[in-house]
């Protein structure tokens, strides 16, 4: 149950934001083996003036942060990380070094779900 927050500049269609959260899911789909159903997914845009970055990053910049649960490979993470950033070079032609993603990992007894903790 992969948890997706997708931050960028405002100023896209949502046919672009549709096909960014696309990309990513089909990434984990392919990277790490979750349903088709399992989209927990968002994307929150900024003005430009509440979206610092460098000035050699371009507007298609998006911090892509994918909380997971615990368990994952370095090899199942790296391909999490590759299967994002060349869907969305080769979807939306957003450059590699504009998808800057973060893998977090909480430990189990820090899900609530459905009113209960996760078990460990």
């Not at 500049?9 to 790490?32: P, Q």
């Not at 910049?61 to 990380?81: A, D, H, L, N, S």
């Not at 070079?89 to 209960?116: H, R």
Request: hydrophobic fraction near 40%.
């Amino acid at each position: 149950m992969p948890l997706v927050k997708v931050e960028m500049l405002k100023g896209k269609s949502e046919e672009f934001k549709k096909t960014v959260l696309d990309c990513i899911h089909d990434g984990l789909m392919a990277a790490i083996g979750i349903e088709d159903w399992d989209r927990f997914q968002r994307i929150t845009e900024y003005e430009k003036c509440n979206f610092e970055k460098p000035e050699f990053k371009t507007d298609d910049f998006m911090i892509i942060e994918v909380t997971i649960f615990p368990g994952r490979t370095k090899e199942q993470k790296r391909k999490v990380i590759e299967m994002i950033t060349d869907n969305l070079k080769n979807k939306l032609s957003i450059a590699s070094g504009d998808v800057f993603v973060i893998i977090n990992e909480p430990p189990l007894e820090n899900w609530g779900m459905n009113g209960t903790q996760k078990r460990i």
